[in-house]
């Protein structure tokens, strides 16, 4: 029996839902509250309309941020890791 065999016989490898990273809720709309999907769609409108810039990338976090989710966005203002904030 090898080590991984053993740790998943005895359960220490992280199963879903034990692993406590938070999730890119980006990656999972299904996962957005009502309200938090509401915003991330007005701006998705906005980013195609007026293109991927830091200062709509600012507001989309203040918008998010009211109602305590944050994500980051790279230098080429394309924002990821939406989560919900964590004490």
Not at 22 to 31: S, V
Not at 56 to 68: H, K, P, Y
């Amino acid at each position: 029996m090898n080590n991984n065999q053993f740790f998943n016989k005895i359960g220490w490898l992280a199963m879903e839902g034990f692993d406590d990273t938070p999730i890119d809720l980006f990656e999972h709309p299904d996962k957005q509250p009502p309200e938090l999907a509401a915003i991330v769609e007005k701006f998705n409108v906005r980013f195609i309309d007026e293109g991927e810039n830091y200062i709509l990338c600012s507001e989309f976090l203040t918008a998010v941020e009211a109602i305590g989710y944050t994500f980051d966005y790279y230098l080429d203002a394309e924002p990821y890791d939406l989560r919900e904030v964590t004490p």
